[in-house]
């Protein structure tokens, strides 16, 4: 629901009036009475006249009273005008910049450890929930496997793809492995398969197998073929996000409820919700800012999203963004949203 769905606007002291009252509610979470509206606005206007304006943004559905002589508080549609034409945003301190530039920059070559680092900033900073979609990648190439023996017959693979990415994968096996017979097989695989894209290399690895079955001990063919499954995981990397600080949410009145928390929690917990939700802002140029009802989800009719793309070379790559309360501190938000994202594209982007 945008400003030009209001059938009339509200005049200039109208829409001050408001944007005291959403502010007010905004750092209190209380409703706001027409005593208190006087005192802050600092508008030589009496109560009665303040409760006059008041109705006239009720009958235009910018706020309502939970209460009988309660006070107001502010509607979805009081919170998408104050958004849209009365916040004055208040940009990050350049000390909170560079930390942040540099936490992401230490990191850029672990995408797993620069989402999981990004969610928790945008958390501790905000003091809300934070959420980052992991990188889409088109396509992987493998750059290099090792294999390191475990205990309980187990290996780890490590392959590096793409430029930097690493990524480990536990494999069980039916036997120990000696350090050579791992290393032979890494020896093999690179060889063979280094700088190929690796939804290729699971065909190939199939069919060179059975070419070279008689020339290969029992060993390399087994721990080959036990890898294989690796870099099928690494070839079909699932959508996921990162979330963290949810239960921050605990801290605002209006969302503290166990059973609103627990269906709430529960709904994180269903990635496809989540995902949805967050891919509707891959297409988007700069911040999205999805208002209770404007998610879709009733689950979010109490809260607010507030999201930003994230790219590669131009290309739109993931979304971060926060989830909180309707009244959450948009001046603040907004502009962390969007530098973080700004932020993460430039360190994605930087030189090896």
């Known amino acids: 629901m945008t400003p030009e769905t209001i059938d009339k606007s509200p005049n200039e002291r109208a829409q001050y009036l408001l944007k005291v009252l959403i502010q007010r509610y905004i750092r209190d979470g209380m409703p706001v009475g027409s005593r208190t509206l006087s005192k802050d606005s600092g508008l030589d206007l009496s109560p009665a006249t303040i409760r006059n304006v008041m109705s006239d943004l009720e009958e235009l559905g910018l706020v309502s009273a939970p209460h009988t002589s309660a006070g107001r508080i502010p509607t979805q549609l009081g919170y998408r005008l104050f958004v849209d034409t009365m916040v004055k945003y208040r940009p990050l301190k350049g000390s909170e910049v560079r930390n942040l530039q540099k936490e992401l920059a230490d990191k850029k070559d672990d995408p797993t450890a620069l989402v999981a680092s990004v969610s928790s900033a945008l958390s501790h900073i905000t003091r809300l929930a934070g959420v980052v979609t992991v ?14 023996s475990l205990s309980d017959n187990r290996v780890l693979a490590i392959l590096v793809v793409n430029d930097h990415e690493v990524q480990n994968r536990i494999l069980h096996t039916d036997r120990h492995y000696t350090a050579e017979e791992l290393q032979q097989a890494a020896n093999f695989l690179n060889g063979h ?46 959508s996921e996000f990162v979330l963290a600080g949810e239960t921050n949410l605990m801290d605002f009145a ?7 928390l627990r269906r709430l929690f529960d709904a994180f917990s269903r990635k496809r919700f989540m995902l949805d939700l967050l891919d509707r802002s891959v297409s988007a140029t700069g911040v999205q800012i999805f208002i209770g009802e ?12 507030v999201t930003a793309p994230y790219s590669i070379d131009g290309d739109i790559i993931g979304v971060l963004g926060v989830i909180g309360p309707t009244r959450m501190a948009y001046d603040r938000v907004i502009p962390i949203v969007d530098i973080t994202a700004k932020l993460l594209s430039g360190a994605l982007n930087l030189p090896p």
């Open 135 to 148: 990188p889409r990648v088109q396509q992987v190439v493998l750059r290099q496997i090792e294999f390191l």
């Open 193 to 238: 398969y280094a700088g190929k894209e690796m939804t290729r290399i699971r065909d190939r690895i199939v069919a060179d197998l059975e070419k070279t079955r008689n020339s290969m001990n029992q060993a390399m063919i087994d721990i080959v073929s036990v890898a294989q499954s690796a870099m099928e995981g690494a070839a079909n990397p699932r």
């Open 254 to 260: 209006e969302l503290s409820d166990l059973d609103k």
């Open 294 to 305: 404007e998610s879709g989800y009733q689950l979010l009719d109490n809260c607010s999203v």
